[in-house]
């Protein structure tokens, strides 16, 4: 028997269709690998099956479910990026119903969809037993106390909500999220150990062909990895901070719950150190923040730079684009090894830019910064959004002439 079982669903087959066997990308399950290795700093056991790598069937998954004997099933549910957990919550719930056709185990889902609706998630599928109302870790761990993990027990849990044995959706106390002091302990790296390969670690992963610089060679070891949590800002269109939520209203809106964690420069680099090890050179930075705060990201690209002195490293990370004004930064970050940054630049119409994002988005000529970027020998991915408010079919034509 294991504690728990975290189980990231599969639905590129659905997605992708003939381009999931081999052109989309296949990314790790950061988060199920976050919650694995807190689980075991409490001396959990925990286990990860991640279908969309394996390509397991329905009655593949109920097979190794009934070997792994795990007193707890948990979806967890993110996507390649945070603002992808409702595209991905299809597959899972089609895998839910299947085991809830086959068996009476508990089945409890984690991920930025149910921390947003989980009333809604819970009235609509009845496959799914409770639902973590944020990123789960404190929760996880209490509920891995109990000696008997049943929907009785669960009551005085906070931060989930639950069906009842008389179908009533129960919504417990909101908990709180793991403190940044104490982010090295409480989520203390990734559990890479546990995920599945074929050959070697990391085989069954691969980047997207561009990443790869379209050389099929260096899209597989691929890992993905976080160094913040979360982001300070409160941009109404994004749900980055959706896994901060730290009350019980029926619906979460992210922009309302902005804060943001870092893991420190010395800790995190041995999560690099890992996977380079690992033979992994194709990564992505996955934080929606990345290139913010230079108290953390200066010192972990500099002992970044250190490990890159071939420049084998292909890694990419997101930036805004008023924060990466300066040459010297630009230089540094070329020396770690990020070849490629993602830059939300959201419309053409500062004006529209500066209301999204709650006059927190500093004034800045758009050209000249993808310039300097560019001298820089770094290519830019730019992100753009039609239709925000304040837009009209004048400022989106600007937006598309200046992308």
């Given amino acids: ?38 689980c075991q700093s409490q001396n959990f056991k925990p286990e990860i099956m991640d279908c969309n790598a394996e390509k397991l069937t329905n009655d593949q998954i109920l097979e190794r479910i009934e070997t792994l004997n795990p007193r707890l099933i948990s979806f967890v549910v993110y996507g390649q990026n945070v603002n992808a957990g409702t595209t991905s919550m299809k597959g899972a719930v089609d895998i839910a ?59 005085n849990i906070n931060g989930i909500a639950l069906r009842n044995d008389d179908d009533k959706i129960i919504f417990n106390k909101p908990e709180i999220v793991v403190p940044n002091d104490k982010m090295d302990e409480h989520l203390p790296g990734y559990a890479w150990e546990l995920l599945p390969y074929k050959n070697k670690p990391f085989d069954l992963y691969r980047s997207p062909m561009w990443h790869a610089e379209y050389l099929e060679e260096n899209r597989s070891p691929y890992a993905a990895i976080q160094t913040s949590l979360g982001c300070q800002f409160k941009c109404s269109f994004c749900m980055i901070n959706i896994i901060n939520r730290n009350d019980n209203e029926e619906i979460g809106v992210a922009n309302t719950y902005s804060k943001m964690r870092y893991w420190s420069p010395e800790f995190i680099i041995k999560e690099f150190d890992k996977l380079i090890n690992y033979g992994v050179k194709t990564i992505k930075i996955t934080d929606e923040m990345f290139l913010l705060n230079p108290k953390y990201y200066k010192p972990l690209c500099e ?73 820089s020998d770094i290519e830019v991915m730019g992100n753009y959004i039609f239709g925000l408010p304040g837009d009209t079919e004048e400022k989106m034509q600007a937006t598309l002439d200046l992308s």
């Fill in 1 to 38: 028997m294991i504690d728990v079982l975290l189980i990231n669903p599969g639905s590129s087959n659905k997605v992708y269709q003939d381009l999931s066997k081999k052109y989309s990308a296949i990314e790790p399950p950061t988060w199920s690998l976050l919650l694995a290795k807190s």
């Fill in 97 to 155: 119903n299947f085991l809830k056709s086959k068996t009476n185990r508990l089945i409890s889902f984690i991920g930025s969809h149910v921390q947003a609706l989980p009333v809604e998630t819970l009235k609509k599928e009845k496959s799914i037993d409770f639902v973590f109302t944020n990123e789960g870790v404190y929760s996880l761990w209490n509920i891995l106390k109990l000696n008997e993990i049943t929907l009785k027990s669960l009551t």
């Fill in 303 to 375: 002992k970044l730079a250190d490990r890159n002195k071939d420049d084998s490293l292909r890694m990419w990370a997101y930036s805004r684009v008023d924060t990466i004004k300066r040459k010297e930064i630009l230089s540094l970050v070329r020396k770690a090894g990020i070849k490629w940054l993602a830059l939300g630049i959201e419309s053409g119409d500062k004006n529209v830019r500066l209301e999204v994002s709650k006059g927190k988005f500093e004034d800045v000529d758009v050209n000249k910064v993808i310039e300097q970027v560019h001298a």
